[in-house]
């Protein structure tokens, strides 16, 4: 009985001091973590000073995406007997010059996907190459000298175009000038009443170059592991709205482990003289002329693997 008495007092006690030691240990994490939110907090202020000195500040984040499958007799599709595969990824990367009296900044959003299908029991279809699917190539450049606080005169030089297919057919060239406002930290606003739009192709009777205004506007940021860069380039033809444009672009990602994580873009285009190329090309034509196109909105976006350069 006195042995049976011991053992539970010894139990009891070991009970009582396992509690407090978890009791400690809490409380010992607790003031940890309360130190090191304190010391982030510091680095954070630090960061931020580092990051309003003049000088060039550059970085670069993207996405990866892809996918293989293989299929054997699986009667419930068409092509019971296939082998698929995609491939994709985005480039947002930025180098801007940022001092007191003026700015420089320089930016490249790139967007190229590729799928392949192989239907086995089809000899004719090509099963060896990748098939480009998403093809976007922007590319901008910047300069700026400042006038008020957060209002600069401005020159802008911005090409965009597809790389995989159609290279420079059509391409955009935007040049011209005006005012940019950065009304607060990381969002460019960007508005040129004088620019001309420059379009590259081989059918002139579609594509025409004309004069107009430039509208764009950016905000990419970084919040902790986030990053994420919205983008906005309008352009508004003073000839006719046939040949206005606009796009706008999105790139999300999330760090998961070191340097990488997740990623999501998605992009949106209004082009009319874009549809209008690409309802000529159709047999027969779905379209003759700016009056009866379809000007269906454009949109694309990836999921995927990113990778914080």
Request: cysteine-free; overall charge negative; hydrophobic content about 40%.
């Amino acid at each position: 009985m006195k042995r049976t008495l011991l053992l539970f007092a010894l139990l009891i006690g070991m009970v009582s001091m396992n509690a407090q030691t978890k009791e400690e240990l809490q409380t010992q994490k607790s003031e940890k973590q309360a130190i090191a939110d304190a010391a982030q907090a510091e680095a954070n202020a630090l960061q931020a000073k580092i990051n309003a000195l003049p000088g060039w500040k550059k970085g670069a984040f993207g996405t990866i995406g892809g996918s293989l499958s293989n299929f054997s007799n699986w009667y419930a599709q068409d092509k019971p007997n296939n082998a698929s595969g995609n491939i994709g990824f985005t480039v947002n990367a930025f180098a801007n010059l940022i001092e007191d009296k003026f700015f420089w900044r320089n930016s490249l959003t790139t967007n190229l996907s590729w799928v392949k299908l192989d239907d086995k029991d089809n000899g004719t279809d090509d099963d060896n190459s990748f098939e480009p699917t998403t093809d976007v190539f922007n590319i901008s450049s910047l300069y700026g000298r400042n006038i008020a606080k957060n209002i600069a005169v401005s020159a802008l030089a911005e090409y965009r175009t597809t790389l995989l297919t159609n290279f420079n057919d059509p391409g955009y060239l935007d040049v011209g000038v005006g005012f940019t406002w950065t009304p607060i930290e990381n969002l460019i606003v960007v508005i040129h009443p004088l620019n001309y739009n420059f379009v590259f192709a081989d059918s002139n009777s579609v594509f025409e170059s004309s004069l107009g205004a430039k509208i764009v506007a950016d905000y990419t940021r970084q919040i902790g592991a986030f990053n994420f860069k919205t983008n906005l380039s309008a352009f508004q033809s003073y000839k006719s709205g046939d040949f206005s444009n606009w796009t706008w672009s999105n790139s999300f990602s999330y760090t998961l482990w070191k340097m990488i994580g997740v990623g999501f873009d998605f992009g949106l285009r209004s082009n009319k003289q874009e549809a209008l190329n690409y309802a000529l090309a159709q047999v027969p034509a779905t379209a003759t002329s700016f009056d009866d196109v379809d000007n269906d909105l454009q949109s694309y976006y990836t999921l995927g693997l990113s990778y914080k350069f």
